[in-house]
């Protein structure tokens, strides 16, 4: 269970990096809106592969991932729906959310034993 919640988080992050490296060239607002969402992706992912690591040590981690997952699952089964996107294009992204937000709720798919360490 740990390689799965692995994959979706790295996923969430490549599609973010896929999406930040696609934008328009052109610097206009609409642009730097669409690396933003790419943005909001890799953070999203990383946050994943740090509740992965640290959550059972880290619950406000573990809570905050929760939290980011279910947004971006709305947020983007929403944007999904209204920009008419592919059913291809909607279970890869939807799904990937989808994924990370079960593996964030289950526990044995966190490591165990990881605890924060105060510097």
Same mark, same amino acid.
């Given at each position: !269970?740990? *390689? ?15 999406? =930040?490296?696609? !934008? ?13 969402? +790419? ?5 999203? +992912? ?23 997952? =279910?947004? !971006? ?6 944007? +999904?729906?209204?920009? *008419?996107?592919? =059913? +291809?294009?909607?279970?890869? /992204? /939807?799904?990937?959310? =989808?994924?990370?937000? /079960?593996?964030?709720?289950?526990? *044995? ?11």
């Amino acid at each position: !269970m740990h *390689r799965v919640y692995a994959a979706f988080g790295f996923g969430i992050v490549a599609l973010g990096l896929l999406h =930040v490296f696609s !934008m328009p060239r052109n610097l206009t607002p609409q642009a730097l809106w669409f690396a933003s969402g +790419g943005l909001a992706m890799i953070l999203t +992912g990383v946050l994943n592969v740090l509740n992965r690591a640290y959550g059972t040590g880290a619950p406000g981690l573990r809570w905050a991932c929760i939290g980011a997952n =279910v947004v !971006m699952v709305a947020f983007a089964s929403l944007f +999904g729906l209204i920009s *008419r996107a592919t =059913v +291809g294009q909607f279970v890869i /992204v /939807v799904g990937l959310f =989808v994924g990370s937000t /079960v593996c964030s709720l289950l526990r *044995r798919a966190l490591r165990p034993g990881s605890v924060v360490r105060a510097a």
